[in-house]
């Protein structure tokens, strides 16, 4: 049974994957975004990792699709822009990712219910976890988070060069 619902999992991972990389409007993607996120967090707690499932719903799902969300909103590109944005609000923009959530909701009510960790192993504790993070991995974990910060910030002036020479442009 569990390995069904791995294979349901994955299929909404892929799914909202392919969604998110064909999506012109950007919070539409960031929407398929979380529902591919919450598809890995589902496929975690399958393979006896509850505690990276949660991180993985917590860090990424939430925080880093909020920075994503922020960027979005830093790099207005006018009233355009705005226009199409509140496309993204009608309630038939939301049937997709409603129904892909819902049956990763399905799956993770029936594990829990079941609550039989089977022979996916031993759960990953949060200690674990950050003795390998801040040990043997201490320098993947900071060139990620330089990483980033160089991708917000390219983003950054990337959109204030556009707005520049958009207003140029208009004058």
């Known amino acids: 049974m569990e390995l069904t619902l791995f294979y349901i999992a994955a299929a909404v991972a892929i799914a909202a994957a392919a969604l998110v990389v064909t999506r012109l409007n950007a919070a539409h993607a960031l929407v398929w975004l979380v529902v591919a996120l919450l598809a890995i967090a589902v496929i975690f707690f399958l393979l006896g990792a509850p505690f990276a499932a949660a991180l993985e719903i917590v860090i990424y799902a939430g925080a880093i699709v909020v920075l994503f969300l922020f960027v979005v909103m830093m790099l207005n590109l006018g009233r355009r822009s705005i226009t199409r944005e509140r496309l993204w609000l009608e309630p038939g ?37 950050g003795e390998a ?23 950054y002036h990337l959109g204030r060069r556009y707005l520049r020479d958009r207003r140029e442009e208009a004058s």
């Open 93 to 129: 923009m939301w049937i997709g990712p409603a129904i892909l959530t819902a049956i990763l909701f399905g799956e993770m009510i029936f594990l829990i219910a079941s609550s039989d960790t089977g022979d996916a192993g031993s759960p990953v504790g949060p200690k674990a976890v």
């Open 133 to 155: 993070l801040f040990g043997q991995y201490l320098l993947a974990v900071e060139l990620a988070a330089m990483l980033l910060l160089a991708a917000l910030v390219g983003a």
